[in-house]
């Protein structure tokens, strides 16, 4: 009876709102799994490097991370890794993997979080990871430190009309419920598809011309070879020239490359993308 007694014990809790469901997790958690970049990075930053045992293909940060066991993408899993390595838990999130995240939790401890529509969430997520995995201290002090960040920054007198595109495939843009619409706000920059009932969507590249943005900010596919030259060249074939964010030159690709840099929602997001936003608009808001 005591043995027993002493294994319910070290099991934790755990409810999660986006399944529905309760899950029963070990403490400590010694065998993670996390499919999610954002949450891969926050579980190094929160000390569980080495509890973490598999991730996904586009898990890069930090370069530690790419040392794990790589079990799949964002919708596909390798089962037989997964038998062998037999994780307590697995991180995905929501977003394109929302079906994934729901078909591999009937039979698995699976944790979603969500896509953040804010930088607000992005930290908000720190904390939930925290609190999931028991580094409840560690989990804050992050936040704080993301929060302190995101709290230097005072809104701007003019907001500067700005488009942002990521190529996922095809060229993708964002609505009103995305964390880079947030941070662009936040930079002190209006993205000209902000009032959009999306998180993301397809540009309808003859809007953009309309809109006349003020910046442009492009990031490429991650890993893929792509230059200054290629998006003059992108920007021509699609008779672009006359926009404003041309003709003034101030077309930006994205740094970091060739990790991917606004399509991470880590908490690097806001210690490195937002300050480089903030960077790219503050000349010409007058902030």
């Given at each position: 009876?005591?043995?027993?007694?002493?294994?319910?014990?070290?099991?934790s809790?755990?409810?999660?709102?986006l399944?529905?469901?309760?899950?029963?997790?070990?403490?400590?958690?010694t065998?993670?799994?996390?499919?999610?970049?954002?949450?891969?990075?926050t579980?190094?930053?929160?000390?569980?490097?080495?509890?973490?045992v598999?991730?996904?293909?586009?898990?890069?940060?930090p370069?530690?991370?790419?040392?794990?066991?790589?079990?799949g993408?964002?919708?596909?899993?390798?089962?037989?890794?997964?038998?062998?390595?037999?994780?307590?838990?697995?991180?995905?999130t929501?977003?394109?993997?929302?079906?994934f995240?729901?078909?591999?939790?009937?039979?698995?401890?699976?944790?979603?979080?969500?896509?953040?529509?804010?930088?607000?969430?992005?930290?908000?997520?720190?904390?939930?990871?925290?609190?999931?995995?028991g580094?409840?201290?560690?989990?804050?002090?992050?936040?704080?430190?993301?929060?302190?960040?995101?709290?230097?920054?005072?809104?701007?007198?003019?907001l500067?009309?700005s488009?942002?595109?990521?190529?996922?495939?095809?060229?993708?843009?964002?609505?009103?419920?995305?964390?880079?619409?947030?941070?662009?706000?936040l930079?002190?920059?209006l993205?000209?598809?902000?009032?959009?009932?999306?998180?993301?969507?397809v540009?309808?590249?003859?809007?953009?011309?309309?809109?006349?943005?003020?910046?442009m900010?492009?990031?490429?596919?991650?890993?893929?070879?792509f230059?200054?030259e290629?998006?003059?060249?992108?920007?021509?074939?699609r008779?672009?020239?006359?926009m404003?964010a041309?003709?003034?030159?101030r077309?930006?690709?994205v740094p970091?490359?060739?990790?991917?840099?606004?399509?991470?929602?880590?908490?690097?997001?806001?210690?490195?993308?937002?300050?480089?936003?903030?960077k790219?608009?503050a000349?010409?808001?007058?902030?």
């Amino acid at each position: 009876m005591s043995n027993s007694l002493q294994y319910v014990t070290s099991l934790s809790r755990v409810f999660n709102e986006l399944l529905g469901k309760e899950i029963f997790v070990p403490e400590p958690l010694t065998r993670i799994v996390s499919l999610s970049p954002a949450t891969t990075e926050t579980l190094f930053m929160l000390g569980l490097g080495d509890s973490v045992v598999g991730v996904s293909a586009f898990c890069l940060r930090p370069p530690e991370a790419q040392n794990k066991r790589i079990l799949g993408t964002y919708n596909t899993i390798d089962l037989e890794g997964l038998s062998i390595l037999a994780p307590e838990i697995i991180f995905t999130t929501t977003g394109f993997q929302r079906e994934f995240a729901f078909n591999l939790s009937a039979r698995l401890n699976v944790y979603p979080t969500p896509l953040p529509t804010s930088v607000a969430e992005i930290i908000g997520c720190v904390v939930e990871i925290g609190l999931v995995t028991g580094r409840y201290d560690e989990a804050r002090h992050l936040a704080s430190k993301l929060t302190r960040v995101v709290g230097a920054y005072e809104l701007v007198e003019r907001l500067v009309r700005s488009y942002v595109e990521l190529d996922l495939g095809a060229p993708t843009s964002f609505g009103a419920y995305s964390y880079i619409t947030d941070a662009l706000f936040l930079a002190g920059g209006l993205n000209v598809f902000g009032h959009e009932p999306c998180s993301w969507l397809v540009p309808d590249l003859r809007k953009v011309i309309a809109e006349d943005p003020e910046v442009m900010i492009y990031e490429p596919k991650m890993l893929e070879p792509f230059d200054e030259e290629k998006l003059q060249a992108l920007l021509i074939g699609r008779g672009w020239t006359g926009m404003s964010a041309v003709r003034n030159k101030r077309t930006f690709l994205v740094p970091g490359r060739p990790l991917d840099f606004l399509a991470h929602h880590g908490p690097s997001f806001v210690t490195d993308a937002l300050p480089w936003l903030r960077k790219v608009v503050a000349g010409i808001s007058g902030s």
